[in-house]
């Protein structure tokens, strides 16, 4: 089985930088996702790591420790679109997708 | 079509009663999901598809059916609605590269109130 954890809710001020934990203990583990949800909308793919290390892609880094169970989404220069859920999600040795339950962010002016 | 819709938007149901959510994506893609979200809990795998012709269970399978029997189309039916299956209803496809770039796109999803 999956287990996810990350924070419920965040709330950042526009122009800042917000930092989103993901642990993770699973059975098996091939690649790490993030997404993104706004209110009412469907997820949205933001990002994969399979390897250790930093992704960077625009305003938005995801960095994995696979030994660690950790994952982390940097978001920068925050903007008020960017209010919205952040799912982290582990991509099993099933080849499916376990998710956490989200991380709401709120970006205030 | 773009991608993938779903289809109703949203739908309010006697429990007992029977309901198809339809799903459909024009990407060609081999595997296909439903899931179900609710608050605090996140986006939970109901069943999938990896390819036309076969189906499996996920994680919340019971009191849900899916056929898959083309390439295009995923419908998830609820033969007796009962009021737990009040959810958010998200249908997913993806290529099924298993391997670890094999993202998944999802529809815009079916808001479900069983009363």
């Known amino acids: 089985g999956q287990n996810i954890d990350q924070p419920t809710e965040m709330t950042a001020t526009e122009g800042a930088i917000v930092q989103i934990n993901c642990t993770y203990q699973?059975?098996?583990?091939?690649?790490l996702f993030w997404y993104q949800q706004h209110a009412g909308e469907a997820p949205t793919f933001l990002s994969y790591n399979v390897l250790d290390g930093l992704e960077e892609k625009g305003r938005f880094s995801s960095f994995l420790s696979r030994s660690k169970g950790y994952s982390y989404l940097l978001l920068k220069e925050l903007q008020m679109k960017d209010s919205a859920s952040y799912l982290c999600?582990?991509?099993?040795?099933?080849?499916?997708?376990?998710f956490g339950a989200g991380t709401t962010v709120t970006v205030r002016a | 079509i773009a991608g993938i819709t779903q289809a109703p938007t949203s739908q309010i149901l006697a429990a007992g009663r029977r309901m198809t959510l339809r799903c459909t994506q024009d990407m060609r893609h081999n595997a296909m999901y439903w899931y179900r979200q609710d608050l605090g809990l996140g986006l939970r795998l109901i069943h999938y598809?990896?390819?036309?012709?076969?189906?499996g269970k996920g994680e919340v399978p019971d009191g849900y059916s899916v056929s898959r029997a083309n390439t295009d189309d995923f419908p998830l039916t609820l033969a007796s609605a009962v009021p737990s299956q009040t959810s958010v209803y998200f249908c997913?496809?993806?290529?099924?590269?298993?391997?670890?770039?094999?993202?998944?796109?999802f529809g815009p999803g079916t808001r479900l109130t069983v009363l």
């Open positions: 598809s990896n390819t036309a012709g076969t189906t």
């Open positions: 999600a582990v991509f099993g040795s099933d080849y499916k997708l376990s």
């Open positions: 997913a496809s993806s290529e099924n590269k298993r391997e670890a770039t094999d993202t998944q796109y």
């Open positions: 699973t059975s098996g583990f091939n690649g």
